[in-house]
């Protein structure tokens, strides 16, 4: 088939899906807003929060792709009965692994003070860092929920179902943090609330709908409280775990970029989490592409449709590269405006302009990076990519920027600089991998 036609195809499963995820950073753009409206403290805090939590969540959304992967093989084959194993085991998963967060957190909650943040910062962070994990557990068992629908090319429902829940986010916001309509003034701890009771409506909506339709009924689990078999688990977790340390790698090296920034100052720390939100808000785009990417990646392998498989990848990279050039026009062309809706700090404004300068560069290489780590998911390679991901990050972009920013004196631009350089090597090194497994299949088939 040709690209256009693959790419058309592509984006009917994209579409729900990048609104989907942006619709879900708007949670974070949301606490970000109203928190900045506090204070620099508070947003500094905020973002020191973020720095810790977003690792667990995201080793989690590694781990849980592995349900994305197994059903929408289930689905290319024609196999209801392992699509059902997949959603069961991987609600499984979502449970098991988020109450070991949280038993962590708690651990971790008294020694919050040595990570080298200022003092004033940690001082308001404790109570809203707990809360946050505990709403890893609702988050997590939606995540499983969806990427079993997704791969069953049911992307819609969740999609509003999502979307309603970062609707009532924000007004739990407005509500909790301000005090609104009699409820008690929380300041930055309402918004925590607020994501946890809209993360645990999220799940329960999402039950309803998977329990009451008709089209999924073959293929959601007539028993949730079935034992597990071992041979399933292992099978996930071949998936799962390099998937997860791929973008533990990644997001480590941003959450490491966060400590290290918080050791110039609050100010620099307030710009880092402005620029951090609006670039995360925007691989939204490029992340739901991929997403959209392992499924259909997936399909065809479980289908044996391996000739298809190379204008899919083909019409994959186009794709996310048209996405990260309209990315980095925005913030090229947005980038002060987008600074100034999240504070008044002249200070942090211009700072901000800065790093997101640094972001509209690498919105290409980004994009072209997740594309190809999700085919390649989507196509059971997951150990390669995984070590290909430490080494760009973690030996080349972390040292990059330390080097710029310690040494050279760049500070959170120097940082900045540095993660855009592992993106970059992280793009050079997954593209050929995928290519060179496309023509090994390609010379089996």
């Known amino acids: 088939m040709s690209l256009l036609t693959e790419s058309k195809i592509t984006l009917r499963l994209a579409l729900p899906l990048m609104i989907g995820q942006l619709s879900q950073m708007l949670l974070g753009v949301a606490d970000t807003f109203m928190v900045g409206q506090l204070g620099v403290i508070e947003l500094a805090s905020l973002t020191f929060v973020n720095s810790l939590f977003y690792l667990p969540f995201v080793f989690s959304i590694g781990l849980l792709t592995c349900i994305s992967v197994h059903t929408s093989h289930s689905r290319g084959s024609g196999d209801p009965t392992a699509a059902r194993r997949s959603c069961r085991n991987g609600i499984y998963l979502a449970i098991a692994i988020s109450l070991v967060f949280v038993l962590v957190a708690l651990a971790l909650l008294p020694y919050l003070d040595r990570f080298g943040q200022p003092l004033s910062v940690v001082a308001i962070s404790r109570s809203y860092f707990m809360i946050l994990m505990v709403s890893l557990v609702p988050a997590l068992m939606s995540l499983a ?33 301000y005090g ?25 909506a999402l039950f309803c709908w998977i329990k009451t339709s008709v089209t999924l009924r073959d293929w959601i689990p007539f028993s949730w409280f079935r034992r597990p078999m071992k041979r399933d688990l292992i099978a996930h977790a ?24 918080g050791h110039f100052g609050e100010i620099p720390m307030a710009a880092h989490q402005i620029a951090m939100t609006c670039a995360s808000s925007a691989f939204m785009i490029p992340l739901g592409l991929a997403m959209a990417l392992t499924v259909r990646t997936g399909a065809l392998a479980g289908a044996g449709e391996t000739r298809r ?29 987008a600074a100034k809706q999240f504070t008044d700090s002249d200070e942090v404004i211009a700072l901000t302009v800065g790093l997101l300068g640094i972001v509209g560069i690498f919105q290409i290489f980004d994009s072209v990076q997740v594309a190809s780590s999700s085919m390649l998911r989507g196509l059971h390679d997951t150990r390669v990519p995984a070590l290909m991901g430490f080494a760009a990050y973690w030996i080349v972009g972390l040292p990059v920027a330390w ?18 350089a592992g993106l970059f090597v992280a793009c050079l090194t997954l593209g050929p991998r995928l290519r060179y497994l496309l023509k090994r299949l390609h010379s089996e088939g």
């Open 238 to 261: 071949k998936i799962g775990l390099p998937a997860s340390f791929q973008m533990l790698c990644e997001v480590g090296a941003f959450s490491a970029a966060g400590f290290m920034i």
């Open 309 to 337: 498989l190379r204008a899919v990848v083909h019409s994959g990279w186009l794709l996310a590269t048209v996405f990260g050039l309209i990315n980095a026009t925005l913030f090229f062309l947005g980038g002060r405006f």
């Open 403 to 420: 080097w710029l920013s310690v040494i050279r004196h760049w500070e959170a631009q120097g940082v900045w600089w540095g993660l855009a």
């Open 145 to 177: 929920l969806k990427n079993h629908t997704d791969a069953l090319d049911r992307p819609w429902p969740s999609f509003w179902i999502f979307l309603g829940g970062v609707l009532l986010n924000i007004l739990l916001n407005w509500i909790l943090i």
């Open 180 to 204: 609104k309509w009699g409820f008690p003034e929380l300041g930055m701890n309402g918004a925590a609330w607020a994501t946890l009771i809209s993360r645990i409506l999220i799940l329960l």
